[in-house]
């Protein structure tokens, strides 16, 4: 008897989608080798969990929280026992005072004032009178939902902090992604009452005990034990294609040597705008003029190390104020006690949004660690002479912008990748899709099957529909309509 080879199935990047189209496909056939490539040395990609001196820290905090219920199941067969239930509790900071966030009724009406809310409940009825007519823009979106006193206070100076550019500048299908199904009067209601099914608010989450990071290094492991392959420190330089179909991906490590990796299908995860510039031969001109229109927005985080425990109980804090340029403020342990070695000691990740060049990227390590120690001082959360050590991480195109031109630009690039016969995108850089970690793992769920016989739209994939109705990707070898979730 003869064993028939596998086909290769070649997976660019190794984040939560790269992983998770490798896990699947593992999972649901024995006909394919995942060959998975990690440009870097950690695998994860913007869920990765950093570490230094044995603090473990986060690039940006990733709650598990899902209704979708095989991503569900996977990150339950990955972590098994290794899962925690951890409480929320968050805070937003402006004016020199702390909002509880959710939000507290009392606590809201305290710190901000009887006749200031008034005036916010005025304003709220002013836009639901006379509510702009078209949301093209995150502000219009926003007012019509919460009031332009509102959205005054608590929006906009936090959105240019992140973005770097105005409200204005930013498409309403951001907030509609992120924001979701929350209103003003919602807000009061879940702060009265209690209750809350808004995904964004929710008051507990699952979380793995060593950061999100432990999830994709297990599995990781998961796919080099079964067959597949994870390769990190390797990056694609160069797409080639033969008229519709791709034959091979030119793969460089940090030394330089590359060598060329053939497949039988393609996945990728790494940024559009990359991955148009490294195919070869190159699209046609309009893809990618098109693809030299989307932008990013990068991202630093600064941990500080501090020589006593817990200078704030939270697990993070929004800063709204312009006075400091942090924008959130982690406290690690309240994520997971294991993040730290120490107990009596603090880890706290001081979180800045940036522009690769620009003068907070370019700071050294020193200054920016002085930086982080003089804001957590100023913000009243620790002194500067606690700060004991310090790490700093610099992530490029962490988050993709909903600018006025993403979305046309977005809609050229799909239609011509979409005319690949054995290539597909997934992921947050990979769909130009500001999304939660279930939504990218769900991108590359319908990737993989795709694969494997089903015709599932990864573009419009939309996690949010499971918060509303009973949702669940078919067992194995059900029959399956396109989807656009």
């Known amino acids: 008897m003869t064993t028939q080879a596998k086909r290769d199935v070649v997976i660019i990047g190794g984040g939560p989608a790269g992983l998770t189209a490798g896990y699947e496909l593992l999972k649901r056939s024995d006909e394919y080798r995942p060959l998975v490539f990690e440009a870097g040395d950690i695998v994860g990609g913007i869920a990765r969990t950093e570490s230094y001196k ?61 006749y200031e809310s008034a005036r916010i ?22 007012q019509n939902r919460f009031g332009g006193r509102l959205y005054m206070h608590f929006f906009r100076s936090y959105t240019e902090k992140v973005w770097g550019i105005p409200p204005t500048q930013i498409r309403a299908d951001w907030a509609a992604q992120r924001i979701k199904n ?47 392959a994870v390769e990190k420190g390797i990056r694609a330089i160069r797409i080639v294609r033969d008229g519709n179909r791709v034959t091979s991906a030119e ?13 039988d299908e393609f996945i990728n995860s790494m940024a559009l705008k990359d991955l148009i510039e490294a195919f070869d031969p190159p699209p046609p001109q309009p893809v990618r003029d098109a693809a030299d229109k989307l932008k990013y927005r990068d991202f630093l ?10 200078p704030f109980p939270d697990n993070w804090i929004y800063v709204h104020s312009p006075n400091v340029k942090v924008g959130r403020i982690q406290n690690f ?16 990740g001081m979180e800045y949004f940036c522009q ?8 050294s390590d020193e200054q920016l660690r002085a930086l982080a120690s003089k804001e957590l001082a100023e913000l009243g959360l620790a002194r500067e002479d606690q700060v004991v050590d310090a790490a700093i991480i610099r ?91």
């Open 333 to 348: 342990r309240a994520w997971s006690p294991d993040m730290l070695p120490d107990p009596e000691t603090a880890s706290i």
């Open 121 to 142: 409940l005025l304003s709220y009825l002013k836009w639901q009178v006379k509510p702009h007519k078209v949301e093209d823009s995150l502000e219009e979106w926003v």
């Open 54 to 114: 044995g603090y473990r820290f986060d690039i940006g905090g990733h709650r598990f929280f899902t209704k979708v219920g095989e991503v569900e199941a996977m990150w339950r067969e990955v972590l098994k026992d290794e899962f925690i239930t951890v409480p929320r509790q968050s805070r937003i900071y402006y004016r020199e005072r702390y909002f509880d966030y959710p939000l507290r009724i009392f606590n809201a009406l305290s710190n901000i004032g009887v």
């Open 356 to 363: 690769e060049g620009d003068g907070l990227w370019t700071m």
């Open 251 to 263: 793969m460089q490590t940090k030394d330089g040597n590359t060598r060329h990796v053939e497949g």
């Open 301 to 310: 985080i600064v941990t500080l190390v501090l020589d006593s425990p817990d």
């Open 395 to 485: 992530q490029p195109k962490a988050y993709p912008v909903y600018d006025g031109e993403y979305t046309d630009a977005l809609g050229t690039i799909s239609e011509w990748i979409d005319g690949l016969e054995n290539f597909q995108t997934v992921g947050r850089n990979g769909l130009h899709r500001y999304n939660n970690q279930d939504h990218s793992m769900l991108s590359a769920m319908f990737a993989a099957r795709n694969i494997l016989g089903e015709e599932n739209d990864v573009w419009n994939v939309n996690v949010e529909r499971s918060y509303h109705e009973e949702f669940e990707l078919p067992e194995k070898g059900d029959a399956r309509e396109k989807v656009s979730a």
């Open 182 to 228: 929350l209103s003003l009067l919602k807000a009061v209601w879940n702060a009265v009452s209690g209750s809350n099914d808004t995904a964004s608010l929710i008051e507990e989450f699952q979380y793995p005990r060593l950061g999100p990071g432990q999830m994709w290094e297990l599995t990781s492991d998961h796919i080099d034990e079964n067959g597949g």
